[in-house]
């Protein structure tokens, strides 16, 4: 299963209590699921309203079951930020 980093900004890194942590995991869907168990409360409130680039490519709509991670990838948690 491929590992990678997860990069929290803005309010999800206060509520993640890290910038970044790792992951182990073959799809979005399953690294989110796994930051969901690790980080219960403001996080997944937090995780609804984000966007995420995988090494640095949005996901936008997609499935997050159908976005596939790779071995020393980045997922990047993106808040709404106000003003831009």
Known sequence: MP?????????????????????????????????RERHPGELTRVLQRCSFLIDGAPVGTRSHETVRLAEGGTVEVLPPFAGG
């Open 3 to 35: 590992a990678g980093t997860i990069r929290y900004w803005a309010a999800a890194k206060a509520a993640a209590g890290t910038a970044e942590e790792p992951y182990t995991a073959g799809t979005l869907a399953e690294a989110l699921d796994a930051v």
